[in-house]
């Protein structure tokens, strides 16, 4: 696309916080919200000791990096634009002398005194860095789930509501700070005043879950398994660079910096004791019983050897199976409403991309990961569709071919909720403290057991047409806060460096990638499935993994924008070339070539015929699930010339890695640009094809 057409697109978050008010107080307190004209939250802190004196004291001690000498209070008494969760003197008090009982039996907590002047230089950064937000939110503008952005401390800071005896509604930070004074407005940003001082857990995900004892079944399975070793990776490259800044992406006015960090982070899904105890399940041993009921057999029904059957950290032992497939490998906020990270794509508002409007919600939205369970993809639905499910999260969704279980018992582990962090607390008293984040990862309980089942995978939950956005292959886009980032104002484009992400090669030097978060999209000029670009330029020649699916025979496509610059591109299957090269610019040599024609006037069987030449071309429309707009009009990707899908082809996946390679043969002269836009990939089994009962759809 020509980005300077976007470039005059400012950032606008216009997201509404939806509240089903039983009475007059059932919404959120806005009466104390005051604007402070002229005063930068620095000032207000200091001028107000007799709530915040500890709190001024710890920025004061608090250094902005390991560079830079100003405290964190001088940089909040400057111009910009930031969050303030500002701690009253009691709140810290509070923290302290927690904090202080810990060191005295036995913990290390690096506090070891209940004066406030005590405290380090380092733990003052700490407990600072936890309340700073780079960038001013108000509560009105956050969803359930977390804030935008990462604190300065690259820590999430998950957001529910919760009432009060008089059924006021209060925001709850981290379930454990409610925000007691909201949305005190500065000139340069917001102070949120809360009543306990945030402190992520600064554990790894195997400590954070063991510690929390209604979790002590599934704690003990992850570190019988060994993968406790798995769930503690976290800082991958801990010399990786952050300021370092890439080339310029062609139309760009400047150069484009690196992601943030380069770290591993992980999402898993538990069943707490509760539910265990429930269905019978009173012992490790159980647990094992019951994974060796559903992995007993390796991928092709045959019966697993008996060493491994014993030894439970070999990656086909049936409790190691049973807990990977609970891990999936990248971390996942409960909500997209307000920023990055979230399951799906949901309520997200940026730059004039408005997911509610561009991914049609008369339309299921949903997302594939992978987990650590050996070739296994995971489904994350939103099931708008499902009157009983449409505000759920469910996993492994069956949609109406429910009632199609190839396994009658797999209907107890499929469309599994993922629950709110508000509902696992209210069903589980002992789960009342329940915390989430660890410090690389976060935890989410379900209510079913989760189980996978290669022939309900294939013959029900994934006997569809995968279609996943080429930015979510990634778990690295995700985990370093690239992908949907909302840093600053207007379009963000970051520079992913070579070997960054580790299903991505890059084979010549003349190929850059770049990141360009999502924006808007247009019916006429540029067409996009979830906003978001995933960009190669030069002269490219680059390969990735793809997602791994159940065992079957695949056709595969890949969606694209059809642009002026794209080149001519041969593709790669597994190492083979597919086809012939093929010509992605925009002319008329290939708007022939193509046949695309306008199926708005057409009857439904004259579009059907269209379709179907089209098809013996090797192309298809885009989607009609996907809205696009032009001139305050709106129509969907199967009305855009430039959206498109090609075939690549059709392959038989087995349980094995594949790769897809993209090389562009075409003879560019000297100072011509080539701009590869990625968009999604379609993996659509050939049972689905061929059902003539059930033909594929347009959306």
Same mark, same amino acid.
């Given at each position: 696309?020509?980005?300077?057409?976007?470039?005059?697109?400012?950032?606008?978050?216009?997201?509404?916080?939806?509240?089903?008010?039983?009475?007059?107080?059932?919404?959120?307190?806005?009466?104390?919200?005051?604007?402070?004209?002229?005063?930068?939250?620095?000032?207000?802190?200091?001028?107000?000791?007799?709530?915040?004196?500890?709190?001024?004291?710890?920025?004061?001690?608090?250094?902005?990096?390991?560079?830079?000498?100003?405290?964190?209070?001088?940089?909040?008494?400057?111009?910009?634009?930031?969050?303030?969760?500002?701690?009253?003197?009691?709140?810290?008090?509070?923290?302290?002398?927690?904090?202080?009982?810990?060191?005295?039996?036995?913990?290390?907590?690096?506090?070891?005194?209940?004066?406030?002047?005590?405290?380090?230089?380092?733990?003052?950064?700490?407990?600072?860095?936890?309340?700073?937000?780079?960038?001013?939110?108000?509560?009105?503008?956050?969803?359930?789930?977390?804030?935008?952005?990462?604190?300065?401390?690259?820590?999430?800071?998950?957001?529910?509501?919760?009432?009060?005896?008089?059924?006021?509604?209060?925001?709850?930070?981290?379930?454990?700070?409610?925000?007691?004074?909201?949305?005190?407005?500065?000139?340069?940003?917001?102070?949120?005043?809360?009543?306990?001082?945030?402190?992520?857990?600064?554990?790894?995900?195997?400590?954070?879950?063991?510690?929390?004892?209604?979790?002590?079944?599934?704690?003990?399975?992850?570190?019988?398994?060994?993968?406790?070793?798995?769930?503690?990776?976290?800082?991958?490259?801990?010399?990786?660079?952050?300021?370092? %800044?890439?080339?310029?992406?062609?139309?760009? =006015?400047?150069?484009? +910096? #690196?992601?943030?960090? @380069?770290?591993? /982070?992980?999402?898993?899904?538990?069943?707490?004791?509760?539910?265990?105890?429930?269905?019978?399940?009173?012992?490790?041993?159980?647990?094992?019983?019951?994974?060796?009921?559903?992995?007993?057999?390796?991928?092709?029904?045959?019966?697993?050897?008996?060493?491994?059957?014993?030894?439970?950290?070999?990656?086909?032992?049936?409790?190691?199976?049973?807990?990977?497939?609970?891990?999936?490998?990248?971390?996942?906020?409960?909500?997209?409403?307000?920023?990055?990270?979230?399951?799906?794509?949901?309520?997200?508002?940026?730059?004039?991309?408005?997911?509610?409007?561009?991914?049609?919600? %008369?339309?299921?939205?949903?997302?594939?990961? =992978?987990?650590?369970? +050996? #070739?296994?993809?995971? @489904?994350?639905? /939103?099931?708008?569709?499902?009157?009983?499910?449409?505000?759920?999260?469910?996993?492994?969704?069956?949609?109406?071919?429910?009632?199609?279980?190839?396994?009658?018992?797999?209907?107890?582990?499929?469309?599994?909720?993922?629950?709110?962090?508000?509902?696992?607390?209210?069903?589980?008293?002992?789960?009342?403290?329940?915390?989430?984040?660890?410090?690389?990862?976060?935890?989410?309980?379900?209510?079913?057991?989760?189980?996978?089942?290669?022939?309900?995978?294939?013959?029900?939950?994934?006997?569809?047409?995968?279609?996943?956005?080429?930015?979510?292959?990634?778990?690295?886009?995700? %985990?370093?806060?690239?992908?949907?980032?909302?840093?600053?104002?207007?379009?963000?484009?970051?520079?992913?460096?070579?070997?960054?992400?580790?299903?991505?090669?890059?084979?010549?030097?003349?190929?850059?990638?770049?990141?360009?978060?999502?924006?808007?999209?247009?019916?006429?000029?540029?067409?996009?499935?979830?906003?978001?670009?995933?960009?190669?330029?030069?002269?490219?020649?680059?390969?990735?993994?793809?997602?791994?699916?159940?065992?079957?025979?695949?056709?595969?496509?890949?969606?694209?924008?059809?642009?002026?610059?794209?080149?001519?591109?041969?593709?790669?299957?597994?190492?083979?070339?597919?086809?012939?090269?093929?010509?992605?610019?925009?002319?008329?040599?290939?708007?022939?070539?193509?046949?695309?024609?306008?199926?708005?006037?057409?009857?439904?069987?004259?579009?059907?015929?269209?379709?179907?030449?089209?098809?013996?071309?090797?192309?298809?429309?885009?989607?009609?699930?996907?809205?696009?707009?032009?001139?305050?009009?709106?129509?969907?990707?199967?009305?855009?010339?430039?959206?498109?899908?090609?075939?690549?082809?059709?392959?038989?996946?087995?349980?094995?890695?594949?790769?897809?390679?993209?090389?562009?043969?075409?003879?560019?002269?000297?100072?011509?640009?080539?701009?590869?836009?990625?968009?999604?990939?379609?993996?659509?089994?050939?049972?689905?094809?061929?059902?003539?009962?059930?033909?594929?759809?347009?959306?």
């Amino acid at each position: 696309m020509n980005h300077k057409f976007f470039k005059s697109i400012k950032l606008s978050i216009i997201i509404s916080i939806v509240l089903l008010a039983t009475s007059c107080n059932d919404r959120i307190d806005e009466e104390n919200r005051f604007t402070f004209k002229g005063e930068l939250i620095a000032s207000h802190l200091e001028k107000n000791p007799e709530k915040f004196s500890h709190f001024v004291e710890i920025l004061k001690k608090a250094k902005i990096g390991k560079k830079a000498s100003g405290s964190i209070l001088k940089t909040l008494s400057t111009y910009g634009s930031y969050t303030c969760f500002a701690p009253t003197n009691e709140a810290i008090d509070t923290f302290l002398v927690a904090e202080y009982n810990k060191f005295l039996n036995g913990e290390d907590t690096g506090i070891y005194s209940l004066n406030i002047e005590d405290l380090s230089d380092s733990i003052s950064t700490e407990i600072a860095k936890n309340h700073i937000i780079e960038k001013g939110y108000k509560t009105i503008d956050i969803n359930e789930g977390s804030f935008p952005m990462s604190t300065m401390n690259r820590r999430s800071t998950t957001v529910e509501w919760v009432k009060d005896e008089s059924g006021q509604v209060f925001t709850l930070l981290n379930n454990s700070a409610k925000i007691i004074e909201q949305d005190l407005e500065m000139e340069n940003g917001y102070i949120q005043v809360v009543d306990a001082v945030l402190s992520p857990s600064n554990k790894l995900l195997p400590e954070h879950i063991s510690s929390q004892l209604a979790f002590s079944l599934f704690a003990q399975a992850i570190y019988k398994t060994g993968l406790d070793s798995l769930l503690s990776i976290y800082e991958l490259d801990p010399d990786f660079d952050n300021t370092l %800044n890439g080339p310029l992406l062609d139309s760009e =006015e400047s150069t484009s +910096p #690196y992601p943030k960090e @380069k770290r591993q /982070k992980y999402t898993v899904l538990i069943e707490p004791d509760a539910l265990y105890n429930k269905l019978g399940y009173e012992t490790l041993e159980d647990i094992i019983e019951l994974a060796e009921k559903w992995y007993g057999n390796d991928f092709n029904g045959t019966p697993l050897e008996e060493e491994i059957m014993k030894d439970y950290t070999h990656p086909m032992n049936p409790l190691n199976r049973y807990v990977a497939y609970h891990i999936i490998d990248r971390q996942l906020q409960y909500s997209s409403g307000t920023g990055p990270g979230g399951f799906i794509m949901e309520n997200y508002d940026n730059s004039g991309f408005r997911s509610i409007v561009n991914l049609n919600q %008369n339309f299921d939205s949903y997302e594939y990961y =992978e987990t650590m369970h +050996p #070739y296994s993809l995971i @489904k994350v639905t /939103k099931p708008y569709t499902n009157e009983k499910l449409k505000s759920e999260l469910v996993i492994n969704y069956a949609q109406e071919k429910g009632s199609m279980l190839v396994n009658p018992e797999m209907e107890q582990h499929i469309n599994v909720i993922v629950e709110r962090a508000t509902t696992t607390k209210e069903k589980y008293p002992e789960l009342a403290d329940y915390s989430q984040g660890a410090l690389n990862g976060i935890i989410h309980t379900i209510d079913r057991i989760l189980i996978y089942n290669e022939d309900e995978m294939a013959g029900n939950i994934l006997k569809e047409r995968i279609r996943i956005d080429v930015s979510a292959i990634f778990p690295e886009l995700t %985990n370093n806060d690239v992908r949907w980032d909302l840093s600053s104002s207007g379009n963000v484009v970051t520079y992913i460096p070579n070997n960054f992400c580790k299903g991505f090669v890059i084979n010549n030097e003349d190929t850059e990638v770049f990141y360009y978060r999502p924006h808007a999209t247009s019916l006429l000029s540029w067409a996009n499935y979830q906003g978001d670009e995933f960009i190669v330029e030069g002269k490219y020649d680059f390969q990735y993994r793809i997602p791994h699916v159940p065992t079957g025979t695949y056709e595969i496509r890949f969606g694209y924008p059809k642009g002026y610059y794209r080149g001519v591109c041969q593709f790669y299957f597994d190492k083979k070339i597919a086809g012939i090269p093929v010509d992605l610019r925009w002319n008329e040599n290939t708007t022939v070539l193509i046949g695309w024609e306008d199926v708005k006037e057409m009857t439904e069987e004259e579009a059907r015929a269209s379709d179907k030449a089209m098809r013996n071309r090797g192309y298809m429309r885009g989607p009609a699930s996907i809205t696009l707009e032009a001139d305050n009009a709106y129509g969907t990707m199967r009305h855009s010339e430039q959206a498109l899908r090609k075939i690549i082809g059709t392959y038989r996946l087995d349980k094995r890695d594949y790769w897809l390679r993209f090389k562009d043969v075409s003879e560019n002269s000297t100072g011509n640009m080539t701009q590869f836009d990625q968009d999604y990939l379609e993996l659509v089994p050939v049972s689905v094809l061929n059902d003539q009962t059930r033909p594929e759809d347009i959306y």
